[in-house]
């Protein structure tokens, strides 16, 4: 390996958040815990613009695209601080080709797209040079972890040592959550999703139990959110094993946790998940109007989704509903149709007994 370098990883205070410290910045905690591993010096900051340091080699930011004016104001600052520092830019901002053409526009050396840990290493180690490329040649997409041996167990844990971790916390029941991934990517192909349609890949379920247990037993969080795009995949080889594992901690530490799930989830899963501790489910219903849904290649029913909440409340798990108005093919009676939907869904939920 070249000399260790100095690397700052930066996620854009999200001040337009409802709790910008809702979640953690699980994105750049990965970089920063993989980046350590290959022996650099890494440091982690999300925080406003004014708190950027100088004295770094290479500098990776992360945005969304609510963040990315903030993110080109970070480059614009970075370049006074450092004018000769390597400035990557990642996050979900850059899943759109438009956006990452306009970045490496806006002056960024380069635009990372997809993960981003064996790329970004190859650009810290100078083995991806900006001098080498083409402007259109700095658009990267990022070279995927392989499962190796059917699992990404080699991916490090998130460098959650590298923030305070107590600043944050997704708010289940009065409690912080802490969140955490159990795998990678969604097969599935919602044509409003970027990053729609890939091969998932799983950590096993040992690893997962150890990430939990360092987060209730180390770290002394008693609430959990499951952030994977599917945390439900494979119900039965996959979800009921880690459901008994979840169980015993749930037991011994009175642990709740939220997920986020297709509404194809049986009956039999959602009651295995409650006995686990799982208060809420938050699904992707979308619309209420049938139209939409095979419009944007959601493969699902309307009646299949009233289905889902009746399902929720008989497992008395909490069902957290999304919904947009303006996809493609919108009109007047399908905002209509989607209205009724809700109003059926709200009937159907009868809970019984309080989460």
Known sequence: MSRARRVLLYDPYDDFLQGPRDFTPLGILYLSAWLKRAGHDVHVLHEEIDALPAGFDVYGVSATTPQYPKARAALARIRELEPEAVVVLGGAHVNAPRCRREAIADGFDFVVWGEGEITLQAVVEGRIRRADLRPEQRIIEGAKIPAAGGTIDEVPAPDRAAIDIR?????????????????????????????????????????????????????????????????????????????????????????????????????????????????????????????????????????????????????????????????????????????????????????????
Request: charged letters at 25%; aromatic letters at 10%.
């Open 167 to 355: 600043r944050y916390g997704y708010p289940i029941e009065g409690r912080k959550a802490a969140t955490l991934m159990t795998a990678r990517e969604c097969p599935f192909k919602c044509q409003f999703c970027s990053s729609a349609g890939g091969v998932p890949r799983f950590h096993s379920i040992d690893r997962v139990m150890d990430e939990v247990r360092y987060l209730v037993e180390d770290l002394g969080f008693r609430a959990l959110l499951f952030v994977d795009d599917v945390f439900t995949f494979k119900e039965q080889t996959r979800l009921w094993p880690l459901m008994d594992r979840m169980q015993e901690l749930h037991d011994a530490y009175g642990v709740i946790w939220r997920c986020y799930s297709r509404t194809d989830l049986g009956m039999r899963s959602l009651e295995r998940m409650r006995r686990a501790g799982c208060l809420e489910v938050g699904a992707g219903i979308e619309s209420g109007s049938q139209d939409i849904l095979d419009v944007t290649m959601k493969y699902t029913t309307t009646t299949g989704n009233l289905g889902f909440i009746e399902a929720c409340a008989k497992a008395d798990v909490m069902p957290n509903t999304f919904l947009m108005i303006g996809l493609p093919a919108e009109t007047e009676t399908t905002v209509r149709e989607t209205r009724e939907w809700f109003a059926r869904a709200a009937e159907t939920f009868s809970p019984t007994s309080s989460a």
